[in-house]
Every structure is written in structure tokens, then in C-alpha cells.
């Protein structure tokens, strides 16, 4: 887990699986810098988080946005990537505009952001890139996600070598329930995610909180690298 005095910096760190690991961290000790599009949610969810917080706007997309986040940090020990933009697309009704925007976010992005961050990671330093399970087992409407999702494991096998002794490792959640896309799915959504659940061996969805401790063991552990980390209660066998 981050030690006391880390900095970690959470981009998606404003709301839902994000905002989760910050809040985990700063309960160990660790200063964190939560980062989202809008700084008044920034402002809101380290104002949450209390004195171990700040915060700052970063848009993936608005790739001088990212420099300029980096620029006015001195030491990254973490940088954790759950930034999502949900893009809900079919190919029979596609929207080219709205998945262009979410792959350049999710891919790019990702990689200007710790391509701004060089220079800054300690000796110890760990990346953690989120994908999603929507690469292998679609859901209705993600088109877009799909792709972007598998695009992550390819961004990280590629940054582990390039960015040594820096670790980069990617975390794959299953459907998370306690997250409001999924609490707050439509009925098409709702019935899949059901139907998933059934069918894991425990019949149980990952939490939260398991994807918090997932993540914190590839912070942890030196012997992880360019690792895919499943966390999906088996949802992948079904």
C-alpha cells in the first residue's frame, strides 16, 4: 500500500472508483492529487478528502491541460489512470464523433499523461492504468469502450519497457457493483450484469473495495510488471 508521505497522483480521481483509491490512500498517510475535467469536482473531492489532498483540472483530450498539471508537481512515487469518459455505442447506430473523443482519451492520453509525468517518478515509482473486462465479454452499447479497453493493455506492455525501473502494471475490473453505472444501469444493462453475476463461481461482483486493494497490490509488489490484473470474481468464465 502507499506508505505515509507518498505522493500519489489519481487522475479520475474526483468521482467512483477513483475517488475510492485517493480516499484509501490518504487514510494510509499518503498525500494524493486528484485530477478531473472539472475543477470544481477536483475542488469538491479534495475538500473530501481533507488536508492530504489537493487537487488540479487535467482533460485528457486537452493534451497542454496535462503538461501543465505535471509541470507544477515535483515527485510522483504512484500515478493511478481510472479516468473513464462512457461512451454507450453501437456499430449499427455508431457515433464516430463520440468514439473518437473516448479512444483519444483513453489511449493517447493516458500515454501523454505519463509521458508528462517522466522526470517525475521516484525511485520507486509504479503506473497503474485502468482497462475493462468490456474488451473481452461486450456489453450492450460498448462499441467504443471495447476497443479503448484493449488499447490499455497494449499502451502498457509497451510503457514497461520503455519507462524502466518505473513499473507499469493495468488493472482490469469486472462489472463493480457500488458504482453508480452499475447500481444506475438501464434495464438492458441491469438484466447483464445479473446474468454475469449468476454465472461467477461465488455468485458475487467485485466491490469497490476489492479493486482498491487490487490496485494497491501492484503499487506494492516489485516483482509485478506489465501485468494484467484481472479483478472480476470469475466473471471472465462465464
Not at 509521458?115 to 460498448?142: N, Q, T
Not at 461465488?202 to 506494492?220: C, E, H, M
Request: hydrophobic share 45%; glycine share 8%.
Amino acid at each position: 500500500m502507499p506508505e505515509k508521505g507518498d505522493h500519489v497522483v489519481v487522475i479520475g480521481g474526483t468521482s467512483g472508483l477513483g475517488l475510492d483509491i485517493a480516499r484509501a490512500c490518504t487514510e494510509l498517510g499518503a498525500h494524493v492529487t486528484v485530477a478531473g475535467r472539472d475543477i470544481t469536482r477536483a475542488r469538491a473531492a479534495a475538500a473530501d478528502l481533507g488536508d492530504l489532498a489537493s487537487h488540479n483540472s487535467c482533460d485528457l483530450t486537452d493534451f497542454g491541460s496535462i503538461e501543465r498539471f505535471f509541470a507544477g508537481i515535483d515527485v510522483v512515487d504512484h500515478q493511478i489512470l481510472t479516468a473513464l469518459d462512457r461512451d454507450f455505442n453501437s456499430i449499427n447506430d455508431f457515433r464516430a464523433d463520440d468514439s473518437a473523443s473516448t479512444m483519444l482519451m483513453k489511449t493517447v492520453g493516458y500515454a501523454v499523461a505519463v509521458h508528462a509525468a517522466l522526470g517525475k517518478f521516484s525511485d520507486r515509482a509504479s503506473v497503474v492504468l485502468f482497462s475493462g473486462l468490456s474488451m473481452w465479454i461486450p456489453m450492450p452499447g460498448s462499441t467504443t469502450i471495447s476497443m479503448a479497453n484493449a488499447g490499455v493493455i497494449g499502451l502498457m506492455n509497451s510503457l514497461a519497457t520503455q519507462i524502466a525501473p518505473v513499473r507499469v502494471n493495468a488493472i482490469t475490473p469486472g462489472v463493480v457493483v457500488g458504482t453508480n453505472a452499475v447500481d444506475d444501469a438501464d434495464p438492458v444493462r441491469a438484466e447483464t450484469y445479473e446474468r454475469l453475476r449468476q454465472r461467477t463461481p461465488g455468485k458475487r461482483l467485485p466491490t469497490p473495495q476489492d479493486i482498491v486493494s487490487a490496485t494497491f497490490a501492484l503499487t506494492d509488489n516489485p516483482g509485478i510488471n506489465a501485468a494484467n490484473l484481472v479483478v472480476d470474481a470469475g466473471m471472465h468464465l462465464a
